[in-house]
């Protein structure tokens, strides 16, 4: 289960999307966050989130992934992150929920289920240097070690269950 699925597309076709996603069955639910964000609903439980931002976490954010285009590669109108920079934005955002609004279990399944796919892609001195710019590098080895205890071979820590116990009860 998700609680929605979120979409990155840039100004111009995002105006174009309204008309393709109501022809699939989906409702405009409304235009949020500074003009930053449509969310679109479709009954019973599917809620689509189409952004032109991506949204960070902690200082400096509104500058981070101000380029992110720049930065992505092109296939078929596809664009895609390096996996380094997906991976941290994807800690971001669990940062930004687990900080905000609550995380729940999912966003660990996701770090578990990414760092499982492309692990051998990711250059560990890269995003290492990254977390720690961010001031975010403690918090990145603390969801990585609940990872590795609850969907690997990790030993309980005494010193991880207050972290713990945030996450399962924000899901």
């Not at 590669?73 to 929920?97: Q, S």
């Amino acid at each position: 289960q998700m609680s929605d699925l979120d979409i990155l597309i840039d100004k111009t076709n995002r105006a174009k999307l309204r008309p393709v996603m109501e022809g699939l069955g989906y409702v405009f639910d409304m235009s949020g966050c500074e003009d930053k964000v449509d969310i679109y609903k479709k009954l019973p439980w599917v809620n689509v989130e189409v952004h032109n931002v991506l949204e960070a976490f902690g200082e400096g954010k509104e500058k981070r992934y101000q380029n992110i285009w720049e930065h992505s590669t092109e296939k078929n109108g596809v664009y895609r992150m390096k996996w380094d920079d997906y991976y941290i934005f994807l800690m971001e955002h669990l940062a930004k929920h687990f900080y905000g609004p609550g995380c729940g279990i999912r966003f660990l399944l996701d770090i578990h289920i990414f760092r499982k796919e492309k692990e051998k892609e990711l250059s560990e001195a890269y995003l290492e240097k990254e977390f720690q710019k961010r001031g975010m590098e403690k918090f990145r080895l603390r969801m990585e070690k609940i990872v590795e205890i609850w969907f690997g071979n990790g030993i309980q820590q005494e010193a991880l269950r207050e972290t713990e116990e945030i996450i399962f009860m924000a899901g």
